[in-house]
């Protein structure tokens, strides 16, 4: 534990009328995986696929595999620009709605086996995996169970044991999944029928083949979905849910979306949110979109919106039909990485001393840095791997060192990562009062940036 690290006790959130008094002994904390997962803190999207040849974002499942031709995939160059951007896992679609098969599987011949490309003997996701491992990221793997392809989707118990079949061969040919990405759209069939889904038996297949992979979804049941495509966590963003709100993956009812932005507090089961984002208006690539792909400024926002909310960024970068990133997606990723590397380069708190008072409803961390310094932006940490706690805070700043103490910013939940921006203030002293429910808190991080 570094010096910066403080024990605050005692705090109360009694203020937050919607708490409850107290945790439980018994209150969630992350997975190795999930904690795992939390720490890559961005994750690239990739969506590849017969649209991308088509120019459509759902695919209708009458596609002839024989479009599928990207005379120069190179999926190294994915992980490249994913990795030079500060990016550590990656998440291809090896299915989508369409229901065509980026990897030669034995359950349906609408896949890449029927393709030109590399003549029909290519494996989309066996390359995207060795790039993963060659570019040090986490691959992940989207399968999604709307097939408008499959003649037996609709069938349910046929269907499930298809699809079922398709995941064994991603979780037993490529070695370590860190994420199965499942969605809940569950639209028609190619006969016009409607398929019920067996996720119990779903995620229990995960789990057994693939312990230690994160499984996704609007139900989770290791990670949320965070309730928008827009690119922005809740505040407050609590980790934890109460399951009950949404049990099985594209439910929907009252609630549903409030509980994906903004968790449950002191809900009883570990299920942080993932932002899922695309780069460009759609999720696979169209040339019509070559000139609106976000800024680098915006992809910062989308930066402190989701990180900087105690979630995950999973941003979409689709390939072109080429089978690489566009030049200008490509530039954008690494301006957007040296421009998040420039921003955060220098903790100026990093050397200050450091003191912790707590006392019957009040818990707070006084920091004095060795000179004064001008920031404009705060991180703030909690020890997750103990749950999550601080329902509310306030950073507070003084250019003596103590005393004469200026509100900077003031928020609700941090979790794993909190940062908040503000207008330019020097100080020597930096003061971050906590509320925490109940039981003695644990170590929080401050960091701080000019
Ligand atoms: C949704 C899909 O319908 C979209 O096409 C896209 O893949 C998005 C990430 O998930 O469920």
């Known amino acids: 534990m570094d010096r910066r690290e403080f024990l605050i006790a005692g705090g109360t959130a009694m203020a937050a009328g919607w708490l409850r008094p107290a945790f439980n002994a018994g209150r969630p904390r992350p997975s190795r995986a999930q904690l795992a997962w939390q720490s890559d803190e961005l994750a690239m999207f990739v969506h590849f696929g017969v649209n991308t040849f088509t120019d459509r974002e759902w695919g209708d499942g ?70 993963c491992h060659a570019e040090d990221l986490r691959p992940g793997l989207y399968l999604s169970p709307w097939d408008r392809n499959n003649p037996a989707y609709g069938d349910s118990p046929r269907y499930n044991n298809l699809y079922c079949d398709q995941l064994t061969e991603l979780l037993t040919r490529y070695g370590p999944i860190a994420e199965m990405w499942f969605d809940g759209a569950n639209g028609e069939g190619p006969n016009g029928r409607r398929q019920v889904y067996d996720w119990p038996r779903i995620w229990a297949l995960v789990r057994k083949v693939q312990p230690d992979a994160v499984m996704f979804s609007d139900a989770g049941p290791d990670v949320r979905w965070c309730g928008n495509e827009r690119g922005t966590a809740g505040d407050p963003n609590w980790s934890t849910v109460d399951p009950s709100v949404v049990s099985v993956p594209g439910e929907s009812g009252p609630g549903v979306t409030d509980m994906l932005q903004h968790g449950t507090p002191l809900g009883m089961v570990w299920r942080p949110a993932e932002v899922d984002v695309s780069v460009r208006p759609g999720w696979f690539h169209h040339a019509a979109e070559d000139a609106k792909v976000r800024d680098v400024d915006n992809l910062l926002e989308l930066y402190h919106t989701s990180v900087g909310r105690n979630a995950k960024l999973l941003l979409n970068v689709p390939p072109t039909r080429d089978g690489v990133l566009h030049p200008t997606d490509v530039e954008r990723l690494r301006s957007f990485g040296e421009r998040r590397t420039a921003r955060f ?23 004095e840095l060795p000179h004064v310094r001008t920031i404009s932006s705060i991180r703030l940490e909690e020890a997750i791997t103990r749950g999550q706690k601080v329902a509310r805070y306030a950073v507070y700043g003084s250019a003596r060192g103590v005393g004469d103490w200026k509100l900077l910013s003031r928020g609700t939940t941090i979790g794993y990562a909190r940062i908040d921006r503000f207008e330019p203030a020097s100080v020597k002293g930096l003061r971050v009062e906590l509320d925490v429910a109940g039981e003695p808190a644990d170590p929080i991080i401050v960091r701080a940036f000019a």
């Open 62 to 131: 009458r596609e002839d595999p024989a479009i599928f031709n990207p005379t120069s995939l190179d999926a190294r160059q994915w992980a490249h620009a994913a990795r030079v951007a500060g990016f550590r896992a990656m998440i291809l679609t090896a299915k989508h709605h369409d229901g065509f098969c980026l990897w030669p599987t034995a359950t349906t011949t609408h896949s890449v086996a029927h393709s030109p490309f590399r003549n029909g003997t290519g494996d989309v996701v066996r390359e995207f995996v060795d790039a």
């Open 345 to 367: 380069a220098e903790d100026v708190a990093r050397d200050a001393a450091v003191r912790w008072h707590s006392g019957k409803g009040s818990a707070a961390a006084q920091l």
